[in-house]
């Protein structure tokens, strides 16, 4: 564990607050355990405790489609999340990356980021997959390799921003991804 047990139960909280919807009790596990601060062997704990103070809910699925267990958050957890987050700052860059594995498990997006030495400069590389197919791609040059180093750090922890902020300059809507 990257982590403390106590931080590790704030983070997941963190993460299960910030989904849109419910999941599968193995996608959450994938969700959380890409975060890469949480603990393979303690993230049912983690559900466990957190499931006990009434902050997340796991239920079983009703009907033949729904048989497997689904995770997500009570309004209790909620709460406590958005208290939480107003005293310690929420670990961003960790809920960005499960976030980025609940998009791909559920929606089939995925991002590429790769940094390439080339004559000259650098370029950072970012493609966006949809269902496993180039959705969106382009290649930004900088001639000085800090510069590239320091956007594709940023591209990396929060993709999404990068596309939304390109596809609302391309096309004037404000809140392109929202």
Not at 42 to 57: H, K, T
């Amino acid at each position: 564990m990257l982590i403390q047990r106590q931080e590790a139960e704030m983070l997941t909280l963190f993460i299960i607050s910030s989904l849109p919807d419910e999941v599968t009790l193995s996608e959450a596990r994938e969700i959380l355990l890409s975060s890469g601060e949480l603990d393979r062997m303690e993230i049912d704990g983690y559900l466990s405790d957190l499931s006990r103070r009434g902050q997340i809910y796991i239920k079983q699925g009703n009907g033949t489609l729904r048989q497997e267990k689904y995770v997500g958050i009570t309004e209790s957890g909620k709460d406590v999340a958005a208290a939480l987050s107003e005293r310690k700052p929420p670990f961003r860059a960790c809920i960005n990356k499960a976030l980025r594995q609940y998009k791909k498990i559920v929606c089939g997006i995925d991002y590429r980021i790769d940094l390439v030495k080339v004559a000259g400069g650098s370029n950072v590389e970012f493609q966006m997959l949809l269902s496993g197919k180039t959705y969106f791609s382009t290649t930004l040059f900088f001639s000085k390799s800090m510069d590239a180093l320091r956007v594709y750090n940023r591209l990396d922890n929060d993709p999404e921003s990068f596309y939304n902020g390109v596809m609302t300059v391309a096309t004037g809507e404000i809140g392109y991804m929202e």
